[in-house]
């Protein structure tokens, strides 16, 4: 049935016409202080939202064929165990591979032994910056057709560690090098952009879409200069987005990052698509009440999906005090699992076009984080920016008014800052340090840490277990 026929009977209400309904409601109260609130990326959401609100947005639809890879992290110290558990994963659901590269030493061979490189997407995240791995890695895949993806990213490492990898110059000179490397051999995605360091130090969104973008055009730049933009694949580059917890702006963060992105390659007169690997912030994590991750962790993951992510990886529930373990990851790895295959989340990717509310977030979202791009481009750019420590100051100046609502708890963290459970004991539980590491070491700028927002209140409950 025609959904316009359906309602025919009923008159078009206009947007002017429900605010006057909704004034009149409130009998005298003011309609802005009473129903609008200001978010932390200065966004006013309205208590309602109209097809108005959509007038001449210009929306990034995702393709018809679009679909997401349940992936699975894995830490490379030994290849024949990582190859191991890779082959295992896989055969229990995850579809994808993302590689945590330690060591410059590897073999190939023995690491993908047995994975069908030209069905599954691999993801490598290397811990240093070398082209000789990436050499053996081009000249072991050879010209079979395969979906390998250089989360090559020495700035985020950089902004991370406050050093250089080895020095500047060396650093680019490294990256030019595997540049040229897989623009002799293939089409193969080199950057990753790491949004996650952003989210999980306290950014805005806003914050992390601009800090993203900028970042990225420091790597096109270079790229321009060394005329490797004519790299052949699609897409260029990978963005490593952290989701959080406020679902719906989530979703609209990814849909502004795809329009972003495709507003800056334009400039650089490429074609290319936004690739985003997305997982749980780690920002909102507890270890106190812990099983409340899995539901964190759940609506992250599906504002992930309905925002357009590539890959989706999952954390564990007990990351931050609990060793590796099978139990854990399963969990993790289910979770995913079951939005796919039984809440249907593989059907349901285009949900939210369209959709009043969230495109009006996408756009503002958009507008505000282009705003901030050109004001960090017309400063020197996003490295200048990071040497320079504003950066830094923006990022701990956003992280505090955070920090400042979850310690009066206006943003709740279930079983944490509300609701707690006095019987809950985690000291006898910790394997691992689930803190805010603080090392003396010399660093060039100052780094941008990551830090949960329940670490100050955690640490008084474990002094005050008996």
């Known amino acids: 049935m025609d959904i316009k026929s359906l309602f025919s009977e009923f008159p078009e209400v206009s947007a002017k016409q429900w605010k006057q309904k909704i004034q009149f409601d409130l009998k005298g109260a003011d309609y802005n202080e009473t129903l609008l609130w200001e978010t932390l990326e200065g966004i006013h959401i309205k208590p309602f939202y109209h097809a108005e609100d959509l007038e001449a947005i210009p929306t990034f639809p995702l ?35 993302l590689f945590v590269v330690a060591k410059t030493k590897i073999s190939w061979k023995s690491l993908f032994k047995g994975i069908a490189l030209s ?3 691999i993801y490598l995240k290397f811990e240093f910056l070398d082209p000789i791995p990436v050499t053996n890695l081009m000249n072991y895949v050879g010209t079979e057709p395969c979906g390998i993806f250089l ?3 020495f700035i985020g490492h950089l902004a991370a560690t406050g050093n250089w990898y080895h020095h ?10 595997i540049l040229t490397i897989c623009q002799k051999n293939r089409g193969i995605s080199v950057s990753g952009i790491g949004i996650s360091l952003y989210q999980n130090s306290g950014a805005t969104i806003v914050q992390q879409l601009a800090y993203a973008l900028a970042q990225a055009n420091e790597y096109l730049n270079s ?18 987005v952290a989701i959080g917890s406020n679902y719906f702006f989530e979703i609209a963060k990814l849909k502004a990052l795809r329009w972003l992105w495709r507003s800056l390659v334009v400039e650089y007169g490429i074609d290319s698509d936004c690739h985003i690997v997305a997982h749980p912030t780690k920002r909102n994590k507890t270890i106190y009440d812990y099983n409340v991750n899995m539901l964190r962790t759940t609506s992250e993951c599906m504002a992930a999906v309905l925002g357009g992510a590539n890959m989706v990886h999952n954390i564990p529930y007990d990351s931050l005090y609990h060793k590796d373990n099978e139990f854990g990851e399963r969990i993790s790895r289910n979770q995913l699992l079951l939005l796919k295959e039984e809440s249907y989340f593989n059907e349901a990717l285009h949900a939210a076009e369209g959709t009043y509310y969230i495109e009006a977030l996408t756009k503002q979202l958009a507008e505000k984080a282009l705003e901030l791009f050109k004001q960090i481009e017309a400063s020197g750019g996003f490295l200048k920016q990071l040497e320079q420590g504003t950066i830094q100051k923006k990022i701990k100046e956003s992280a505090a008014k955070e920090q400042g609502k979850f310690d009066t708890a206006e943003l709740v963290l279930v079983g944490t800052n509300a ?21 003396k070491r010399k660093t060039g700028i100052a780094p941008i840490l990551e830090k949960r927002l329940a670490e100050t209140l955690e640490q008084k409950r474990l002094q005050d277990e008996h």
């Open 151 to 153: 989360n090559i990213d």
């Open 168 to 177: 500047k110059d060396k650093d680019y000179q490294y990256w030019n090098e």
């Open 119 to 121: 069905s599954t997407p």
């Open 223 to 240: 790229m321009a200069e060394q005329g490797a933009v004519e790299i052949k694949a699609n897409p260029l580059m990978v963005f490593n």
């Open 419 to 439: 609701y707690q459970n006095p019987q809950d004991k985690m000291k006898a539980d910790l394997e691992l340090y689930p803190f805010l590491k603080r090392e």
């Open 63 to 97: 393709p018809p064929n679009h679909s997401w890879q349940i992936g699975q992290s894995i830490y490379v110290a030994n290849e024949v165990s990582a190859n191991k558990k890779a082959l295992d994963v896989l055969s229990r659901g995850a579809t994808s591979l």
